[in-house]
Protein backbone atom coordinates (compact mmCIF):
# COMPACT_ATOMS: atom_id res chain seq x y z
CA UNK A 1 0.00 0.00 0.00
CA UNK A 2 1.29 3.37 -0.56
CA UNK A 3 1.62 5.15 2.59
CA UNK A 4 3.11 8.49 1.14
CA UNK A 5 3.85 10.00 -2.67
CA UNK A 6 7.56 9.58 -1.34
CA UNK A 7 6.85 5.67 -1.55
CA UNK A 8 6.23 6.02 -5.58
CA UNK A 9 10.09 5.15 -6.72
CA UNK A 10 8.64 7.20 -9.83
CA UNK A 11 7.85 9.69 -8.08
CA UNK A 12 11.59 10.44 -6.24
CA UNK A 13 12.70 9.97 -9.97
CA UNK A 14 11.18 12.71 -11.59
CA UNK A 15 12.06 14.50 -8.36
CA UNK A 16 15.60 14.64 -8.47
CA UNK A 17 15.76 14.42 -12.82
CA UNK A 18 13.93 18.00 -11.96
CA UNK A 19 16.74 19.06 -9.58
CA UNK A 20 19.35 17.99 -12.05
CA UNK A 21 17.56 20.15 -14.64
CA UNK A 22 17.75 23.01 -12.33
CA UNK A 23 21.52 22.42 -12.15
CA UNK A 24 22.31 22.08 -15.45
CA UNK A 25 20.34 24.88 -17.07
CA UNK A 26 22.34 27.36 -14.42
CA UNK A 27 24.72 27.44 -17.33
CA UNK A 28 22.02 28.01 -19.79
CA UNK A 29 22.81 31.84 -21.66
CA UNK A 30 20.85 34.65 -20.36
CA UNK A 31 18.70 35.02 -23.61
CA UNK A 32 17.20 31.55 -22.87
CA UNK A 33 16.52 32.76 -19.58
CA UNK A 34 12.30 33.28 -20.64
CA UNK A 35 12.20 30.70 -22.90
CA UNK A 36 14.59 27.46 -22.78
CA UNK A 37 15.77 27.35 -19.44
CA UNK A 38 11.82 28.52 -18.35
CA UNK A 39 10.01 25.82 -20.10
CA UNK A 40 12.32 22.75 -19.46
CA UNK A 41 12.44 23.66 -15.46
CA UNK A 42 8.54 23.93 -15.55
CA UNK A 43 7.87 20.61 -17.90
CA UNK A 44 10.08 18.85 -15.30
CA UNK A 45 8.89 19.89 -12.40
CA UNK A 46 5.31 19.49 -13.78
CA UNK A 47 5.86 15.78 -14.51
CA UNK A 48 6.84 15.45 -10.63
CA UNK A 49 3.83 17.81 -8.93
CA UNK A 50 1.37 15.74 -11.51
CA UNK A 51 2.35 12.35 -9.42
CA UNK A 52 1.70 14.17 -6.43
CA UNK A 53 -1.22 15.95 -6.72
CA UNK A 54 -2.70 12.61 -8.46
CA UNK A 55 -2.01 10.67 -5.24
CA UNK A 56 -3.60 12.97 -3.04
CA UNK A 57 -6.38 12.46 -5.22
CA UNK A 58 -5.86 8.77 -6.01
CA UNK A 59 -9.82 8.45 -4.13
CA UNK A 60 -10.87 9.36 -7.41
CA UNK A 61 -9.66 6.59 -10.05
CA UNK A 62 -10.37 8.94 -13.15
CA UNK A 63 -8.38 12.18 -11.48
CA UNK A 64 -5.47 9.98 -10.30
CA UNK A 65 -5.49 8.93 -13.93
CA UNK A 66 -5.51 12.29 -15.61
CA UNK A 67 -2.37 13.34 -13.49
CA UNK A 68 -0.55 10.46 -14.67
CA UNK A 69 -1.20 11.15 -17.99
CA UNK A 70 -0.63 14.77 -17.14
CA UNK A 71 2.85 13.69 -16.24
CA UNK A 72 3.23 11.78 -19.28
CA UNK A 73 2.49 15.21 -21.30
CA UNK A 74 5.32 16.96 -19.19
CA UNK A 75 7.70 14.02 -19.48
CA UNK A 76 7.32 13.86 -22.96
CA UNK A 77 8.03 17.67 -23.32
CA UNK A 78 10.79 17.70 -21.00
CA UNK A 79 12.40 15.29 -23.09
CA UNK A 80 11.68 17.67 -26.45
CA UNK A 81 13.22 20.79 -24.37
CA UNK A 82 16.30 18.49 -23.73
CA UNK A 83 16.50 17.73 -27.37
CA UNK A 84 16.41 21.47 -28.31
CA UNK A 85 19.14 21.89 -25.42
CA UNK A 86 21.77 19.16 -26.73
CA UNK A 87 21.08 20.78 -30.17
CA UNK A 88 21.63 24.16 -29.61
CA UNK A 89 24.84 23.03 -27.53
CA UNK A 90 23.78 24.05 -24.15
CA UNK A 91 23.97 20.06 -22.98
CA UNK A 92 26.26 17.92 -24.08
CA UNK A 93 25.54 14.69 -26.03
CA UNK A 94 26.43 12.27 -22.53
CA UNK A 95 24.30 14.48 -20.40
CA UNK A 96 21.08 14.49 -22.88
CA UNK A 97 21.50 10.76 -23.50
CA UNK A 98 21.48 10.46 -19.45
CA UNK A 99 18.47 12.67 -18.71
CA UNK A 100 16.60 11.50 -22.08
CA UNK A 101 16.92 7.61 -20.70
CA UNK A 102 15.94 8.22 -17.56
CA UNK A 103 13.05 10.02 -18.84
CA UNK A 104 11.94 7.16 -21.06
CA UNK A 105 11.93 4.83 -17.75
CA UNK A 106 9.85 7.60 -16.05
CA UNK A 107 7.33 7.62 -19.28
CA UNK A 108 7.56 2.89 -18.66
CA UNK A 109 6.56 3.37 -14.73
CA UNK A 110 3.88 6.09 -14.70
CA UNK A 111 2.47 3.56 -17.71
CA UNK A 112 2.98 0.21 -15.42
CA UNK A 113 1.19 2.60 -12.61
CA UNK A 114 -2.02 3.81 -14.69
CA UNK A 115 -2.51 -0.18 -15.38
CA UNK A 116 -2.10 -1.24 -12.35
CA UNK A 117 -2.74 1.59 -9.56
CA UNK A 118 -5.41 -1.03 -7.82
CA UNK A 119 -2.54 -3.90 -6.85
CA UNK A 120 0.61 -1.28 -6.99
CA UNK A 121 3.18 -2.16 -3.85
CA UNK A 122 5.76 0.46 -4.23
CA UNK A 123 8.99 -0.83 -3.62
CA UNK A 124 11.29 1.22 -1.30
CA UNK A 125 13.25 3.88 -3.49
CA UNK A 126 16.71 3.13 -5.29
CA UNK A 127 17.05 6.71 -7.01
CA UNK A 128 20.37 8.32 -5.93
CA UNK A 129 20.28 11.28 -4.69
CA UNK A 130 20.79 14.79 -6.32
CA UNK A 131 24.68 14.55 -7.30
CA UNK A 132 26.66 17.43 -9.03
CA UNK A 133 27.44 15.18 -11.67
CA UNK A 134 25.00 13.94 -14.10
Known sequence: MIK????????T?????????FE?????????????????RRSSRSANINIREGNAKR????????HLVDSIGSSEETRGWL?????????????FTSLDNRYEEVGAMLNSLINKWHTFTPLISKVKP???NV
Open 4 to 11: TVKDLIVY
Open 13 to 21: LTYTLAMEI
Open 24 to 40: ITKKFPKEEKYSLTDQI
Open 59 to 66: KYENVFIR
Open 83 to 95: EFAKDCKYITNDE
Open 130 to 132: LTS
